[in-house]
C-alpha cells in the first residue's frame, strides 16, 4: 500500500489542540491565514502526496538513481514529479514573497515535508536541502548573490546542496582541506573532494547550487578557519563549472536518493558571508535543519504504522486470548490486531507519531514567531525554545523511526523482510536519518553539554515553566505531567553539580538526559491532546493509553540512570 496523507488529523491538533490559527493570526507577516485557508492547503497537499509521489516510492527504490560517466539519472517518474512538484509552487511555500515565495507560516510547510516524507523519502530528499539554503544565502550572501539565486532555489527551479564532510572529517568539520583561493574579480577557486552529498549531481533541475566548506590559504586551522563559497554546476555566462561528481555511494537505504562524492577542481565560486565565519552562515539555518529531520522521522514512523496496521487487520494467525462476541467458536483464527502483542506494537508508534507531531507543530510556530514577532522578547523567548527543542526533536523523532519501524515489521512476521510489503523499505530508508545533520549522540552531547549546563538548566527550565502554565493541575494526566517537568528541571541542576567533580560524566549521560526531555514534552503533548479530544473518541484515546502505559515508565528508568550517576560521580572518593 502506498502511504496516506490524512489532513483531518493535522487539523485536529493544529487546529484544536494548538489552536494555531490565533497565534498565526497574531503575526502580522500571517493576519490573512485562517483555518480555512489552512485546511484548503492541507487538503491539495494531501492530494499531491498521496496521487503524485507516493506511487513513485517503490519504483524509486528499486530501480535507484544511475550514476553514468559523472552524470546522474534519476528513477522513472522523478523528473516529471519535480516538475509537477515545482509548478505548483510546493517548494516555494514559506519563501518571502519578494523572493518569490508564497510566504505560508512554517508550521504547514513542516506537515508538507513530514507527509513527504512518509510517501517517498527518497523523492524528498532533493528539495530537501532547499530551505536551509534559501536561508542561508538570504541571511549571508551578498546582493549580487541574492539577485542571481534566491529566486531560482526559492522556487526549487534549481536545487541545492550542502558540500561539508570529507572522508577523513566526518562530523568533525574543523578538519576539513578543501582549499578556497581569492582571486583578483572577487571570485574564489575551490579545490577538494567532498563525500555523502545528498543530490550531488542529478537531472531534476537545469542547474545546481552548491554551498562548500572550504578553507582559504591564510585561515587559521579548525571550525573557526572555515569559509562558505557557492559553487554553482552552471556559472552565470553558461559555461560548466569545474567539478564533477566521481560516483555514488551504495547504500543500506535511500536508493532513490544519488548521495555523491563531489571533486572540485579550482571551480569557481563566491563567498557566502564573511571569510572564516563560513559555519556562522550555516547556523542560521540549524533549527530549522533539525527539525525538518525530526518530522523525516515522524513521517517515516507513520508510512510504517500505516502498512502495520492495514496488514493487521487483514492477517489472520491463530486465536485471540479475549475473542470479540461476535467470533464463532468454529472460526479457527483471529484478525492478528486482536492479539495484544501486536496492539501493543500499533498503538504504542501511535502514541509516537502524534504525539512528536504535536511538538514538531509548536516548534514549526515558534519558528515563525522567531522570525516575525515584532516584540524582540517574544523574538527570544521563541528561540529559546527552538535552541533546546530541535536538538531533542530530531534525535528522538529519527530514533523511533528505524526502531519503531523495525517493530512494525515484526507485525508482518516473515512477510516483513521481504520486499512484497514495502515495509523492510521503511526500515532501511530510516536508518540514515539517526546519523546526518549531526549524529544523535551529537544532538544529545548539544542539548546538555553546551545549552543546559552552561546556566545549571535554568534556559530550559524556562521552557518547561511555560509548558507548565498551559497545563491544569486539577486534571490528573495534566499535574502528571507537570511533576515530570519538575523532576527536568531538577535533573539539570544535579548533573551540573556532579560535572564538576567529574567533567566526562554528562557526555556518558547525554542520550539518557535527552530521552527523559522527550518523554516529558511527549507528556505535556498527550495532555493537550487528551484535554481537547472527546472522551469516547477511540482514535485519540487509544494511542493516549498505550503512552501512559507503555512509554512513560521508561521516563522513571532514564530519570534513575541519570540519578545514579550524578550520585556515583558527587560520592567520596
Not at 127 to 154: D, K
Not at 253 to 259: K, M, V, Y
Not at 366 to 391: G, I, M, N, Y
Request: charged share 25%; with cysteine; glycine share 8%.
Amino acid at each position: 500500500m502506498n502511504y496516506r496523507p490524512l489532513p483531518e488529523d493535522i487539523l485536529f491538533l493544529q487546529q484544536q489542540v494548538l489552536q494555531l490559527g490565533d497565534s498565526l493570526r497574531a503575526l502580522p507577516a500571517f493576519a490573512e491565514v485562517d483555518d480555512d485557508l489552512s485546511s484548503q492547503l492541507l487538503g491539495e497537499a494531501g492530494r499531491f502526496v498521496g496521487e503524485v509521489i507516493a506511487p513513485l516510492n517503490r519504483e524509486g527504490d528499486e530501480t535507484g538513481a544511475r550514476w553514468n560517466d559523472g552524470e546522474v539519472t534519476m528513477p522513472p517518474g522523478f523528473r516529471e514529479a519535480y516538475q509537477a512538484f515545482v509548478a505548483a509552487g510546493w517548494p516555494a511555500l514559506s519563501a518571502a514573497p519578494e523572493d518569490g515565495g508564497q510566504g505560508l507560516p512554517a508550521a504547514l510547510d513542516a506537515v508538507l515535508f513530514e507527509w513527504l516524507s512518509g510517501a517517498n523519502q527518497g523523492f524528498t530528499m532533493a528539495p530537501g536541502l532547499l530551505h536551509g539554503a534559501y536561508e542561508c544565502i538570504r541571511h549571508h550572501g551578498s546582493e549580487a548573490l541574492r539577485a542571481r539565486y534566491l529566486e531560482a532555489i526559492a522556487s526549487g527551479r534549481w536545487l541545492a546542496t550542502m558540500c561539508l564532510t570529507e572522508a577523513h572529517a566526518g562530523s568533525d568539520l574543523g578538519l576539513v582541506r578543501t582549499r578556497a583561493v581569492p582571486q583578483a574579480d572577487g571570485s574564489q577557486r575551490v579545490t577538494g573532494e567532498k563525500i555523502f552529498i545528498s543530490g550531488g549531481e542529478h537531472d531534476l533541475t537545469e542547474n545546481i547550487v552548491h554551498l562548500v566548506l572550504a578553507r582559504q590559504p591564510d585561515a587559521p586551522p579548525g571550525p573557526k578557519g572555515l569559509s562558505l563559497v557557492l559553487v554553482p554546476k552552471w556559472l552565470p555566462d553558461g559555461t560548466r563549472n569545474t567539478l564533477r561528481c566521481e560516483r555514488i555511494e551504495e547504500k543500506m537505504g535511500l536508493h532513490a536518493s544519488p548521495t555523491c562524492v563531489m571533486r572540485f577542481d579550482e571551480a569557481t565560486g563566491w563567498l557566502v558571508g564573511e571569510p572564516g565565519r563560513g559555519l556562522a552562515a550555516m547556523f542560521v539555518m540549524m533549527n530549522s535543519a533539525r527539525l525538518h529531520v525530526a518530522l523525516q522521522g515522524i513521517g517515516l514512523l507513520d508510512a510504517a504504522w500505516q502498512k502495520a496496521d492495514a496488514y493487521a487487520r487483514e492477517r489472520r494467525q491463530m486465536r485471540a486470548p479475549v475473542r470479540p462476541a461476535s467470533r464463532g467458536e468454529n472460526d479457527a483464527a483471529d484478525l492478528i490486531v486482536e492479539h495484544p502483542a501486536v496492539r501493543r506494537v500499533l498503538d504504542t508508534q501511535r502514541a509516537w507519531v502524534d504525539g512528536a507531531r504535536l511538538l514538531a507543530y509548536r516548534t514549526a510556530l515558534q519558528l515563525d514567531v522567531a522570525r516575525h514577532a515584532s516584540d524582540e522578547a517574544q523574538r527570544q523567548k521563541a528561540e529559546r525554545w527552538c535552541s533546546f527543542v530541535t536538538p531533542v526533536l530530531k534525535s528522538a523523532c529519527t530514533h523511533q523511526a528505524f526502531h519503531g519501524a523495525s517493530e512494525c515489521l515484526q507485525v508482518f512476521g516473515g512477510h516483513g523482510y521481504v520486499r512484497e510489503w514495502g515495509i523492510e523499505q521503511v526500515v532501511r530508508d530510516s536508518r540514515v536519518t539517526m546519523i546526518y545533520e549531526g549524529t544523535n549522540e551529537i544532538q544529545a552531547i548539544d542539548l546538555l553539554v553546551r545549552k543546559v549546563l552552561p546556566d545549571a538548566g535554568a534556559g530550559f527550565a524556562a521552557c518547561l515553566l511555560e509548558l507548565r502554565d498551559e497545563l491544569d493541575a486539577s486534571r490528573e494526566n495534566e499535574a502528571d505531567a507537570q511533576r515530570r517537568m519538575a523532576q527536568l528541571r531538577y535533573l539539570g541542576t544535579s548533573v551540573a553539580l556532579a560535572a564538576q567533580a567529574d567533567p566526562k560524566l554528562p557526555y556518558e549521560v547525554a542520550d539518557d538526559y535527552l530521552r527523559v526531555a522527550m518523554l516529558t514534552l511527549m507528556g505535556w503533548a498527550w495532555a493537550r491532546i487528551e484535554r481537547a479530544a472527546p472522551a469516547d473518541d477511540a482514535r485519540w484515546a487509544t494511542p493516549a493509553a498505550a503512552f501512559r502505559r507503555w512509554l512513560l515508565p521508561e521516563f522513571d528508568m532514564r530519570l534513575g540512570l541519570v540519578k545514579r550517576a550524578c550520585e556515583a560521580a558527587s560520592a567520596p572518593r
